[in-house]
């Protein structure tokens, strides 16, 4: 997928979620990371989505 197909991005203390529509998201959770780590996922994030919470 594209960044630009996410419509925003969520951060809890444990999980990303990022939105493709209002009601639909896909669900990172941090605690399954295999490569990188959540810094890094966040540090990209909020470089490409503009809507960053």
Known sequence: MKY???TSVRE???S???YISNSA???LT???FTQ???DELR???Q???KRYK
Do not use: R, V
């Open 30 to 32: 941090k605690s399954d």
């Open 36 to 38: 990188g780590t959540p």
């Open 47 to 49: 470089e490409k989505i």
């Open 16 to 18: 990303f979620y990022l």
């Open 4 to 6: 630009e197909s996410f």
């Open 25 to 27: 998201a896909f669900l």
């Open 43 to 45: 540090q990209l994030l």
């Open 12 to 14: 809890t203390a444990d």
